[in-house]
């Protein structure tokens, strides 16, 4: 007897379990670079509170390693790159409709180096100093391009070699900019190069230094929703929420100056 009830109760509980109604709240899936962290948490914060009926999930990493978990199959919603060519890129492989990404916010490069600041950094110039190390972003990483070009465009006011002397003062290509952030506020090298909405938050951990901004590079932010979205409404409501002025006010407040609502269809050439 005691057997025939344990069975009946577990069959209860089966039975509840799939009658049990499931959770229609839509989830959205958001890969953004790296250097969006902060200011895209605050976002989702936001976002969230004026809309608690969305759960939303985020995804932080360098752009060119969303840029391919995309293509391989990941799961996602939307997609924001800290530079035009990767969304470009899933844009011409079908990941995004045409015409309908944004580039929402623009950033520019400083120089960074310890609070201590053994290597007596002072200018730009330095970086060039033999014996200097320098870490920046690899090639692949946006933050690793708008560097190199930097320099390049340093070359017309430093002479012409100084791309070339600075690159050799390189002890380590990072894959985002969270890396090289991290590298030099531990000490582990002189000096490197980052985004300004990267040093909002870090305090008196680092010294900060402005690139001329003959020199300097404006990064261009895209975002989109991806084609292949499974909560395409919640997730274009969230992409208006960006481009929108309380979500462009946000990006102000950490570091990011404001560009949004221009289409990518005219930047490509």
Not at 159 to 181: A, H, T
Not at 195 to 214: K, T
């Amino acid at each position: 007897m005691k057997l025939k009830h344990w069975i009946i109760f577990l069959l209860g509980l089966s039975l509840a379990a799939c009658s049990a109604p499931a959770s229609n709240k839509p989830t959205i899936s958001i890969l953004a670079a790296a250097s969006l962290t902060e200011s895209f948490t605050q976002l989702g914060a936001v976002y969230q509170k004026q809309n608690p009926e969305v759960e939303l999930v985020f995804n932080f990493a360098g752009s060119q390693a969303l840029t391919n978990q995309i293509r391989q199959g990941a799961p996602a919603d939307i997609f924001a790159s800290a530079n035009l060519q990767y969304m470009f890129t899933l844009e011409n492989e079908g990941f995004v409709n045409p015409n309908t990404a944004k580039i929402f916010a623009g950033n520019q490069l400083v120089m960074i180096v310890p609070k201590n600041n053994p290597a007596k950094i002072q200018h730009i110039q330095d970086l060039a100093k033999p014996g200097i190390q320098l870490v920046i972003g690899a090639e692949a990483v946006p933050v690793g391009f708008y560097t190199r070009q930097f320099l390049d465009q340093a070359n017309s006011l430093l002479g012409e070699n100084f791309q070339q002397r600075v690159l050799s003062n390189v002890v380590s290509y990072e894959n985002n900019v969270k890396s090289v952030l991290t590298k030099v506020r531990l000490g582990e090298a002189d000096a490197g190069v980052v985004y300004r909405s990267d040093v909002i938050n870090a305090g008196d951990e680092v010294l900060v230094f402005d690139i001329p901004p003959e020199i300097n590079i404006v990064a261009e932010y895209p975002i989109a929703v991806l084609k292949d979205s499974k909560n395409s409404r919640a997730a274009q409501s969230f992409f208006d929420f960006v481009l929108s002025e309380e979500g462009q006010t946000i990006l102000m407040a950490y570091g990011f100056s404001p560009l949004s609502d221009r289409s990518l269809s005219t930047q490509q050439n």
